[in-house]
């Protein structure tokens, strides 16, 4: 009996976990490869040097890459709308520690990349080493 529910414990749990790489099966924004460093000594990103401060790196991905300091790490996401044709948007806009899609007005955490909507925004890798920030898929 005890070995029945320990595996009606482990299908639970097996069933019950997300899948925390949903962001990257966003089928609206498309996988490009992403290999960015930025170096806060320098004045255009001196701002990440603070907590709940971020920038917007145009050219990356796949409409620039945001880069936030959350105290405790750095996260780096994609400027595009995460549930909007990337066609039919301009890059997000940084609105203090969210960033905003210009389509819908949808709000998107900068600490969580979530936004109350289907897809988050989609996450890269972030390694920091001194003050250089690289930023990878």
């Known amino acids: 009996m005890k070995k029945i529910w320990l595996l009606i414990l482990f ?9 925390n790489d949903r962001s990257n099966k966003n089928p609206y924004i ?6 960015l460093s930025v170096d806060m000594n320098l004045p255009a990103y001196s701002n990440l040097k603070f907590v709940s ?6 050219n990356y991905g796949a409409k620039g890459i945001i880069i936030f300091n959350a105290g405790s790490g750095y996260n780096a996401f994609d400027a595009a709308c995460p549930n909007q044709e990337i066609t039919s948007c301009v890059a997000m806009t940084i609105d203090g520690i969210n960033a905003v899609c210009s389509c819908d007005k949808t709000s998107y955490s900068l600490f969580t990349g979530l936004g109350g909507k289907e897809y988050p ?13 690289h930023v990878y898929n």
Do not use: E, H, M, R
């Open 11 to 19: 299908v639970s749990v097996l069933f019950a976990c997300s899948d």
């Open 121 to 133: 925004l989609k996450q890269y890798k972030v390694q920091v080493t001194g003050t250089v920030i």
């Open 53 to 58: 401060n971020g920038v917007i790196v145009p």
């Open 30 to 35: 498309p996988n490009y490869t992403v290999n």
